[in-house]
């Protein structure tokens, strides 16, 4: 039997010229961070996961060393113990769950239970735009074979992105499922903007209903459960969210409460594969749709496609898409291939072992850093 031998963490800092506008961040991002783990068992193999930067894990490494790789659900509990106490340790969760599949021989998705090999990605912007702009983006994703979009609304500049949702209706008919995404869940450190009023929401969930919008993202904060539920009373547009909402329980309680129709933890910010892949499953014999968040890098995404393909099989998954501002390349640095869906816009899963990742060392060398941050 191996062992778990070392983590290893390395951060590094893609430089972002011109700078992301990402629209769920007031500050034009001049750079994209990525943290690195690794975790090395006594036989050679090496398992990677990305996603939190870790801050705050120094120390905690030796709970794993001379473990069982394969003895998922006591590091499961570790985690989580961590998570109370210092940071979110779920990027290494996703690189125990590439060493065990590196182990086993098996792709983790199969290991999970395997449902589907296969997921239809949706194009997922990151950027409020002029109607005019972004017509150009939903065409680009229909030419590029998606069949589902989200654009993305924010309050300075509100009637405009709606009338962007209505120019993109007309634009492309029903050739496209458009959701919306608002991002009032949650918000960045020096962000000290308030998040919707439930007025506020169902004003703008009214305007949605008009343009048949698939479904409605993060309209409150993440714990206003009682204006989650009332907004589902209030409109016919399924409610989305819980992206990085962080405990079991309170997902529990946004079940319970019937707040969301769509729920979407990011297995490298929250939970981990190892307890996600059993909310999937109850998220899914509630009646509900599980489809991750994935808006950071490819190895995030990777394991959010595989966590989803071997447990419930959601009928969309995300994929960051807003070129020219957000592309591949820049999304998958720190991978030798990027991920890709096909014509059709479906996401075929490796049949490799582990994630089926394989990172690109001469571009983590470039982009070595002493920290993960978004601004030099
Ligand atoms: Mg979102």
Redesign the pocket.
Known sequence: MSRIKSIEISHHQLPLEPPFPASWDPVPRELFPCTIVRVHDDEGRVGIGSGDAMHGFAGFARYFVGQDPLDIDRHYTVLSNIGFHACRPWPLDAALWDLAGKTRGEPVWRMLGGTTDRIRAYASTGVRRTPRQMTRVARAAVERGFTALKLRIGDDTLEENLAAVSAVRDAVGDSLELMV?C?QGWRMPWDTSPPWELATAVKVARRLEDERVHWM??PLDRGDYEGHAALRQETSVPIAGG?VTREPYEFRELLRRECLDVF?PDCVFTMGISGLRHLAREVAAAGKTFTP?T?GNGIGLMANLQLTAGTSGAPFIEFPFDPPEWTTERRDFMLTRTIEPDDEGWIKLPDTPGLGIELDEDALRRTRSESAAYTG
């Open positions: 995404d991002n993202e993060e992206e979407q968040h808006w």
